[in-house]
């Protein structure tokens, strides 16, 4: 009941920047958390950034300084600011979105279809 649509995902080369975003629709009532995960090949998922509803934000420690997460409530989207890439950030990145349904009211966690990172040496 809630779609996820990721964009901005790229080849870059060292040093150069990617903003990603997400944007999430369907039976909405309230959007809680917003975050984004990546997976390189061959290692498991982590969590690289997510923000609250109220703004609140953590970051990984690999990417503090350099990515910065922020969402926009009135669209539903959340989106990341990679600035500074390294070969190492190279990965599938996925949205993650959690919040309350409209229709009848349950919790929902919706992945995104993920967006390919990546950065060159």
């Known amino acids: 009941q809630v779609q996820l649509v990721e964009s901005g995902g790229g080849l870059v080369q060292a040093g150069g920047s990617l903003r990603l975003s997400c944007a999430a629709s369907?039976?909405?009532?309230?959007?809680?958390?917003m975050g984004w995960y990546r997976q390189a090949p061959g290692k498991p998922r982590e969590s690289v950034a997510e923000?609250?509803?109220?703004?609140?934000?953590n970051y990984a420690d690999s990417v503090k300084g350099r990515f910065t997460i922020s969402r926009d409530n009135a669209k539903n989207t959340v989106y990341l600011q990679m600035n500074s890439l390294k070969p190492e950030d190279t990965a599938v990145y996925y949205c993650n979105i959690r919040g309350i349904l409209r229709s009848d009211y349950r919790f929902f966690n919706s992945w995104g279809q993920g967006t390919e990172v990546t950065v060159s040496s």
């Open positions: 369907g039976s909405i009532l309230k959007v809680n958390i």
């Open positions: 923000i609250t509803s109220s703004g609140s934000t």
